[in-house]
């Protein structure tokens, strides 16, 4: 037998017969049919059931009452039992309100009596339990004509008021034929009779009759008193209002006890008082501060000033212009408008030509430290050899002053007219030079360091280009970015092939141009590899790089010897 039940079940509920002259048992009877997974009958065996009674069929473990009945027979696989009789493990069956609340009945099986129960069934009660209802429907008590009633907790006998009969309570009291308004929400009504066109008012206490108001009648108080037809305003926000007449354009102003007319000082009226005086629309300012103000007509260019001997502003003389006065590496300041610059013992060393400023003198122009020869960043004429740390500078062609366009502009050694860094005309091209051409990046893994790659320098001025490229059958065409085929000499052009293959019998160079190249295999091979290729060639117009120079090329005097 498989310890899995299938949950076929057939409940026969037993209707019981109520009978109101002997008492009702607080049980009913319960039948089941239980059959296999197969589908057949357990027949003739003991098992046992735990039911369950719970208004929750979602939350089954919260149960109102629970009773257990062991080794129930199960004759031709129908299992009876009574509901109410078994072994109660929680709750009274008695006490269950079957009356007013809605139950389920869970049914457990344990086909081996080994407290090992296994979900059967769930269904919602109907009606055979509430058959116990009617233990409260006894005649208790009952007179004639009374009906059955809820009092909230049980139904009881009680007067049919529908009929008739019975006697009110509440706000309205006596009986259902004859009664009588007490209270409205509890709260009594007078017993003043009323007189025409009064309406019922609560007056704190009790509804009673009394003016209606909205109808032109009854008397106000607070703010408006008088009637409603005819009132009158006392008081705004509780605070009086002034009996005193107004004047036109006067508004109403509160004086810190009641409103009464006033002035309108937002339409130009009124009168201020403090440093400005006189009316809105026509003032003075008579003091600053609280500090009067003198009547003396003002001077042009004179300000007003504070006397504090007299404790009034008063219009005086501007006596803060300032003369801005520079003596040697002393500056001062006194009363006027100038300022008075050194032109060393009166000659004028700068003169202008268009948007050049230039030195007349023929010295350096420097920025310097210490003394007057000492300079950090120099503009140097051509003629001299500086003796400066570092120099920056132009050096020009022609007629003082020349700012033609043949210019070397650049860094030099110290003691030397040498440039070293720099950027030079050679009379049909521009040259950029220095002592090395490197870059300089961060460090992709060492944040405190930097990679610096210095490039590859020869006698030429040259340009390359490099690939990878496939024989088929031995050959390969090999063609140039368009770029590189316009900027090189066809004729300085050299090739460097390295086969990608051990079985390669070696490579040539069968044709080349600016276009491109044509490779083959040696000894006529056949082969089908990679290769890669490097290409250089030096640029056009740079044939004749000569790379002994004069020292003279890179000095500012050219006609000053350097050995």
Partial sequence: MKNSILLQVILLLLTSKIIFSQAIPNKFNYQVSIRDDNGDPIVDKEVSFRISIL????????????????????????????????????????????????????????????????????????????????????????????VLKWDGSKWKPDIDNSSGGGTLAGDVTGSTSSNKVEKIQNRPVSATAPSTGQVLKF??????????????????????????????????????????APSTGQVLKFDGTQWKPD?????????????????QNSNKVEKIQNRLVSAIAPSSGQVLKFNSSTNTWTPSADSDQQTLSIVGSALSISNGNSINLPNNNGTNLWSTIGNAIYNSNQGPIKIGYNSPTDGELIVHKGNEKPTDKILFFGYKIGASPNFGSLANIGILDKGTNILRIGFRYTGSTYELFGTTKSFVVDHPKYFDSLIVYTCIEGPEAAAYERGTSKLVNGRAD??????FGLIINPGTLTIQLTPGSLE????????????????????????????????????????????????????????????
Avoid: C
Wanted: aromatic share 8%.
């Fill in 263 to 279: 002035i309108d000082n937002s339409s130009g009226g009124g009168t201020l008082a403090g440093d400005v005086t006189g009316l």
């Fill in 55 to 146: 208004v929750n069929p979602n939350s089954p473990s919260n149960f109102s009452y629970r009773e257990e009945h062991s080794k129930v027979f199960t004759s031709n696989g129908v299992a009876s039992f009574i509901i109410g009789n078994g072994n109660t493990k929680y709750g009274r069956f008695d006490t269950l309100s079957f009356q007013t609340q809605a139950y389920f009945l869970k049914i457990e099986l344990d086909e081996g009596n080994v407290s090992n129960f296994k979900d059967l069934s769930m269904a919602q009660l109907l009606s055979v339990p509430y058959s116990m209802v009617a233990k409260q429907l006894d005649k208790n008590n009952a007179q004639i004509g009374q």
């Fill in 203 to 244: 007056d704190g206490t009790q509804w009673k009759p009394d003016i209606d108001n909205s109808s032109g009648g009854g008397t106000l108080a607070g703010d408006v008193t008088g009637s409603t037809s005819s009132n009158k305003v006392e008081k705004i926000q509780n605070r009086p209002v002034s009996a005193t």
């Fill in 504 to 563: 390669s019998k070696g490579l040539a160079i069968i044709e080349k141009n600016a276009q491109g190249v044509t490779i083959g295999e040696l000894q006529n091979g056949k082969g089908n590899y990679s290769f890669d290729w490097e290409v250089k060639a030096v640029r056009k117009g740079f044939e004749n790089n000569r790379v002994i120079r004069h020292i003279s090329e890179y000095q500012i005097n050219p006609n000053e010897s350097q050995k």
């Fill in 478 to 483: 090999i063609k140039f970015s368009e770029h």
